[in-house]
């Protein structure tokens, strides 16, 4: 025991004992706060969570939560359960509409938990969610959205977490207030599952959840479903006055009033302000519809009464308001009116705006609550302005409207920036579409009135934006992501995610049984999912968001200089609902011409399409009548100047798209086809065109890789899986030269392997289209696996994520591989478009089911003057010429279903050199070295 006498064991309890007596008394008291804030946090909890909340019981509640507040702060010191205090505090104002004090109390709860050491990510979940839902509230979508994802985050960082499913949801109800419907339902539809069924809320989870799953297909037109969805809902319930108000809203768009009357009426007897808004503006929306415009101006006042009782602040609801009684001031033509309303309404929708002057728009569009909203108010204000400048002749407000269209415009494209899914932009360039005739109608008036080209420039920028908007876009980001500026691994997340989210599409399509779709279609919504996150952190990056977002920019002379030469003509239309637009371009000339439009020019153009896509064999031709009638309609405003013309270039719109215009009648008799005066190609649109000319690449292969699954004349799998035998696809590949694949070698494995070293590639084999679902179309290969679709198919999905931009051509000789899905503002969804997505922008495709052997000939000939150096429009033009100038095709067989269904998408540049032309570089190299021999020689051997 000497030790213990030592000198330093004596030090050491001499510190024992010093800290003992002096920590004691700390710790006593650390625990006695503890204590004290534990009972008082608990008399909080017990007034917080009573089952009928009150006043008293929210002050009881608050009264607690500050008690534990001001123990901490008495102390100086922080702990867990006083951030928990100011995380309810916030609750309990958010829930009386304190807003400010609610967002004060959350960011206080996030302060201090930030401030404790050792803490998880996880504890600010609930914060972040709740800011979100104030966010949302108070309609700051930025905000919102930030708050959210922030929760998204964490619970996929931490997936068991509390609650987890809540961030998921109102993600999910924030995307759906954007307008981004699809996105809305996958993240609801992953709040679903990830409930966990014992859990306490779980009902109630459930049925908030498929609600608003419910919504946004209400808002995508699918109200039956919608319907049947919330009906099932009413049994449990549980948010019966939402279902109520949701109900009205669905009949009332099916027109089925007196259901949507009887569920409306019972909506508006909620104590809830927020149903009671949309209530109101939904039965006001009703009667305007049935032109009872007393009941919807009442409703519609009920709206803004009872936003300004409750809310002090601008919302999409009193917004909406104010767009419906504008409507209804403008049937009555009560026009001061009616822009008066749709001023207060862009006042109400846009936080930075408050100019009461009509002649004056909202331009900072992140200051906007609700773009829908406010796309809808400039919609509404642009056409009222145009309205009374055409009743009182005032050519001011002509140009005001056009003014207000170029914002709604420029609004619509930033919203379709904003989406993340191909779906959700294609859904919304449909519903936006109509502003693109008013616009184009507006500034066509203002070039009449005032003969100044930069009004018929403007009118061609608002086509140019109508035509294939999303694909635009696509090629556009495609091109920010390979400039090399940002960052290589989120580019190759985003690519692996799309890869895996069109394998799990292609799983779905084979999928046997309901257990197996629903795991497909949980995995499908968790890759989207993840999808959009790595969307929203490219967006993170200043350089990549400037680019996307930069506004749009036409410039005619440009794309005059560098899309047309002194032989070439662009022909562009835009079908409005009266009215066809044409615009001419050339070297030197830009010109529009508008014309009326009558029944005879859509019956013209059934009757030519039914002959070209219903064709029975033998069937005479008698369209030619029909398709001169379209020649007038199409090119005779311009007929002298493209007389002088070898080569045109046709942007079609609407219908057009599924026209040759080759074989249109010049003459009022058979056989005079605009084949035999101009060669012609087609574009998606003027600028995609100059786009893919100014970034053309020298790609070094021109070899040919074609195949023809289809060749043979075996009885295997190919008959089993339903496709016919092409017989004449295999002289057609073997004619055309190159890598030749025929029967079980043409494999859909073996072309993808193949596919991107190649400079054309050609397909003579089938292809499918499915009009509903366009990402279901494929074009076929050698089936080789009789259980599997997806083995042999290669689908339209597939096809987005292949890198083409290294091939020269895709020659499609596959049955409607042009043909599609018509989409307003986008055109058709085909196969052909699919590989334009993918990268390569020349593409000579077929629009409908044509003949075998016809086709054969055709494509041997087309690669014939490919290779003889002829432009890829007029290798296209002189193969047809050939076969309808053959004596050996019987004339029969030369009618336009036989040849005019080969068309060329793209530049004109030749594939390869002309022989010719390294003929006469030989011979010109001879000549010189001749003339120095001579020079020479005279020189040497001077007298």
Not at 324 to 333: D, E, I
Request: overall charge negative.
């Amino acid at each position: 025991m000497k030790h213990l006498n030592s000198p330093l064991t004596q030090n050491c309890l001499l510190v024992f004992c010093l800290h003992f007596f002096l920590l004691t008394p700390k710790l006593y008291a650390q625990q006695d706060l503890l204590q004290k804030a534990t009972d008082l946090y608990k008399q909080g909890e017990k007034a917080f969570f009573v089952d009928v909340p009150t006043a008293a019981s929210d002050e009881d509640a608050l009264k607690n939560y500050q008690a534990v507040i001001e123990l901490y702060e008495t102390a100086d010191t922080h702990h867990l359960l006083e951030a928990e205090s100011y995380q309810k505090i916030g609750s309990i104002y958010l829930g009386q509409r304190m807003y400010d004090s609610a967002r004060n109390a959350y960011h206080k709860a996030i302060q201090i938990k930030a401030k404790l050491p050792q803490l998880a990510d996880s504890v600010f979940y609930k914060e972040y969610i709740f800011l979100g839902n104030l966010h949302a509230l108070t309609e700051r979508p930025d905000s919102a959205e930030w708050y959210y994802l922030k929760a998204v985050d964490i619970a996929n960082a931490y997936p068991n977490i509390d609650e987890v499913e809540r961030a998921y949801n109102s993600l999910g109800v924030f995307y759906k207030s954007t307008g981004n419907y699809y996105q809305a339902i996958n993240f609801c539809e992953k709040a679903l599952s990830v409930l966990k069924e014992d859990d306490v809320d779980f009902l109630n989870a459930t049925v908030s959840f498929t609600y608003n799953i419910a919504k946004s297909k209400t808002h995508l037109y699918q109200y039956e479903e919608a319907i049947s969805s919330y009906r099932k809902l009413l049994a449990h319930g549980l948010i019966s006055e939402r279902i109520f108000l949701e109900l009205g809203n669905a009949y009332g768009h099916t027109k089925q009033y007196d259901s949507a009357y009887f569920f409306l009426n019972k909506a508006v007897q909620s104590d809830s302000p927020y149903i009671l808004l949309d209530a109101y503006n939904t039965l006001a929306s009703i009667a305007a519809e049935r032109n009872v415009s007393d009941s919807a101006t009442y409703f519609y006042q009920r709206t803004i009464d009872t936003s300004r009782e409750y809310f002090g602040f601008k919302n999409s609801s009193l917004a909406s308001a104010y767009i419906g009684l504008a409507s209804v001031a403008l049937q009555k033509q009560n026009y001061e009116e009616a822009l008066e309303y749709y001023q207060f309404a862009l006042i109400n929708s846009n936080l930075s705006f408050s100019d009461l002057s009509v002649q004056n728009n909202p331009s900072q569009l992140d200051q906007s609550i609700s773009l829908l909203t406010q796309f809808r108010a400039l919609k509404g204000k642009a056409a009222a302005l145009k309205r009374w400048s055409l009743a009182s002749s005032n050519g001011d407000l002509l140009q005001q409207s056009l003014h207000t269209y170029q914002q709604a415009v420029r609004t619509a494209r930033y919203i379709q920036r904003t989406y993340d899914n191909d779906e959700a932009k294609l859904f919304l360039v449909q519903n936006i579409y109509p502003v693109y005739e008013e616009a184009i109608q507006t500034a066509y008036q203002l070039y009449k009135q005032t003969k100044e080209r930069q009004y018929a420039e403007i009118a061609f920028q608002y086509s140019e934006q109508s035509k294939a908007a999303v694909l635009s876009e696509i090629l556009d980001e495609l091109e920010i992501k390979s400039s090399g500026l940002l960052s290589d691994s989120l580019i190759q997340a985003e690519k692996r995610q799309k890869q895996q989210i069109a394998q799990l599409r292609l799983q779905l399509i084979e999928a046997r049984d309901s257990v197996q779709l629903s795991s497909l279609q949980q995995n499908l919504n968790e890759n989207e999912i993840a999808l959009a996150r790595t969307a929203k952190s490219l967006q993170k990056d200043a350089k990549y968001y400037r680019l996307k977002y930069q506004e749009d920019s036409l410039d005619v002379n440009s794309l005059q200089q560098n899309i047309l030469g002194k032989k070439d003509a662009l022909l562009e239309y835009f079908i409005g609902q009266d009215s066809l637009y044409t615009f001419f371009l050339s070297k030197e000339k830009f010109a529009i011409k508008a014309q009326a439009l009558d029944s005879t020019f859509y019956q013209a153009i059934a009757q030519v399409q039914a002959h070209l896509y219903d064709y029975e064999m033998g069937q005479a031709y008698e369209q030619y009548k029909q398709a001169y009638l379209l020649y007038q309609f199409l090119l005779l405003p311009f007929e002298q100047e493209l007389a002088k013309k070898e080569r045109l270039i046709i942007v079609p719109d609407g219908q057009l798209n599924y026209i040759p215009f080759e074989m249109l009648s010049y003459q009022p008799e058979a056989d005079q086809y605009l084949l035999y005066k101009h060669a012609v190609s087609y574009a998606y649109s003027a600028q995609l065109l100059e786009e893919a000319i100014s970034t053309r690449k020298n790609k070094e292969s021109d070899q040919v890789l074609a195949m023809a699954p289809f060749a043979g004349d075996e009885e295997g799998n190919i008959r089993s899986n339903g496709f016919n035998l092409l017989f004449g696809s295999k002289e057609e590949v073997e004619n055309i030269g190159g890598s030749i694949y025929l029967e079980n070698q043409a494999t859909k494995r073996l072309f993808l392997e193949l596919v991107s070293s190649y400079g054309v590639i050609h397909l003579a084999t089938h292809a499918s289209i499915d009009n509903n679902n366009p990402l279901e179309s494929f074009i076929a290969f050698y089936p080789d696996d009789n259980e599997s679709l997806t083995g042999y198919r290669l689908y339209t999905q597939e096809l987005y994520n292949l890198q083409l931009d290294s091939v020269k051509l895709v020659v499609l000789s596959a049955c409607e591989a042009g043909n599609g899905q018509l989409v307003k503002g986008e055109g058709i969804i085909s196969l052909a478009r699919a590989f334009a997505y993918a990268g390569c922008p020349n593409i000579i495709t077929t629009l409908w089911k044509a003949q075998d052997k016809s086709t054969a000939i055709l494509a041997s000939s087309l690669h014939h003057y490919l290779k003889e150096g002829y432009t890829k429009d007029q290798a296209l033009r002189q193969a047809k010429l050939d076969y309808l100038n053959s004596d050996e095709i019987h004339p029969l067989l030369k009618t336009p279903y036989y040849w005019a269904n080969f068309i060329f998408i793209g530049d004109t540049v030749p594939i390869y050199e002309s022989p010719k032309v390294w003929l006469w570089w030989l011979l010109a190299g001879l000549l010189v070295v001749v003339g120095l021999y001579l020079l020479l020689k005279k020189l040497v051997f001077k007298p």
